[in-house]
Antibody, heavy 120, light 107 residues
Framework: EVQLVESGGGLVQPGGSLRLSCAGS????????MSWVRQAPGKGLEWVAN????????YYVDSVKGRFTISRDNAKNSLYLQMNSLRAEDTAVYYC?????????????WGQGTLVTVSS | EIVLTQSPGTLSLSPGERATLSCRAS???????LAWYQHKPGQAPRLLIY???SRATGIPDRFSGSGSGTDFTLTISRLEPEDFAVYYC????????FGGGTKVEIK
């Protein structure tokens, strides 16, 4: 069974940093693109970042470029999101998702999410 | 950036009724790159449809997707109690975006 479990969320002050982790199991982690998607309170889903199987390609939504860094450790079956210079508008539940970006473009498995709150 | 507009914002229906959800794109979207998700509060989003009309693994056949170009539709033929949720469409063109969602609520 495919499982994705996020951790690392919490309360952080504006301008602060936080590192999210996502542990994958039940599939060969190194064979898949992985992504972060977030949902601000009362809002819809917003894609944040993607990373290729070997980490050689990374893509970000414009609003986080230069502040967030996606990375992965295939030996540990883990995905990460380093978030710096956090703003109030980054407050959201952050989901880890497995990407299917070959002949189509979608997320087939998602984690339960971890809440990030940016507030003083 | 391609903007996806979902309508209606809220759909009030009874179990057993048919639900028709619309997703309209600001520019043409390849059908291969259009997906639908179901999301319930406190749960992980669930993939329903990919490639505009292909059902994901384990998705009941009461869920169907159709459309092309700028107009796409998710149809739930007969609503079950577990189908009341928020539904999102998602596309990939030059960037990846989601629609604003349609909430299907019990009437």
């Amino acid at each position: 069974e495919v499982q994705l479990v996020e951790s690392g969320g919490g309360l952080v002050q504006p301008g602060g940093s936080l590192r999210l982790s996502c542990a994958g199991s039940g599939f060969t982690f190194s064979r898949y693109w992985m992504s972060w998607v977030r949902q601000a309170p009362g809002k819809g889903l917003e894609w944040v970042a993607n990373i290729k199987q070997d980490g050689s390609q990374k893509y970000y939504v414009d609003s986080v470029k230069g502040r967030f860094t996606i990375s992965r450790d295939n030996a540990k079956n883990s995905l990460y999101l380093q978030m710096n210079s956090l703003r109030a508008e980054d407050t959201a539940v952050y989901y880890c998702a497995r990407g299917r970006f070959d002949y189509s473009y979608y997320f087939d498995y998602w984690g339960q999410g971890t809440l990030v709150t940016v507030s003083s | 950036e391609i903007v996806l507009t979902q309508s209606p914002g809220t759909l009030s229906l009874s179990p057993g009724e048919r639900a028709t959800l619309s997703c309209r794109a600001s520019q043409s979207v390849s059908s291969s790159y259009l997906a639908w998700y179901q999301h319930k509060p406190g749960q992980a989003p669930r993939l329903l449809i990919y490639g505009a009309s292909s059902r994901a693994t384990g998705i009941p056949d009461r869920f169907s997707g159709s459309g092309s170009g700028t107009d796409f539709t998710l149809t739930i033929s007969r609503l079950e109690p577990e189908d009341f949720a928020v539904y999102y469409c998602q596309q990939y063109g030059n960037s990846l975006t989601f629609g604003g969602g349609t909430k299907v609520e019990i009437k």
